[in-house]
């Protein structure tokens, strides 16, 4: 079954940075479309950001982090990344990757890496 590596979380202070990063281990991520989501204590898992397969690259964010993250694919590397850049508070929560596969459909999800950003 394909899996989801992700990294690079942890503790950073306000207005710090940190970069998430996403291989998969049985595809090709050129191919698939790519998400990142959050899930904050108490809540409900929320879309941060996707980018399309291909050579498009169309991206969208959250109202929440537009202008401060950045989600971004290094086809060498087959990784996808989520740059996160003036971090604040409400940004703490886990972070998981997501990866959907076309004809047949299929979805993966990463197992999570944990953001906290203190104040």
């Known amino acids: 079954q394909a899996q989801l590596a992700e990294s690079g979380g942890g503790l950073v202070q306000s207005g710090g940075s940190l970069t998430l990063s996403c291989t998969p281990s049985?595809?090709?991520?050129?191919?698939?479309?790519a998400s990142w989501y959050r899930q904050a204590p108490g809540k409900e898992r929320e879309l941060v950001a996707t980018l399309a397969r291909g050579a498009s690259g169309n991206t969208t964010y959250a109202d929440s982090v537009k202008g401060r993250f950045i989600i971004s694919r290094d086809n060498s590397k087959n990784t996808v990344y989520l740059q996160m850049n003036h971090l604040k508070p409400e940004d703490t929560a886990v972070y998981y990757c997501h990866a959907v596969l076309w004809l047949p459909t299929r979805d993966y999800w990463g197992q999570g890496t944990q953001v906290t950003v203190s104040s």
């Open positions: 049985r595809f090709i991520f050129a191919v698939a479309d």
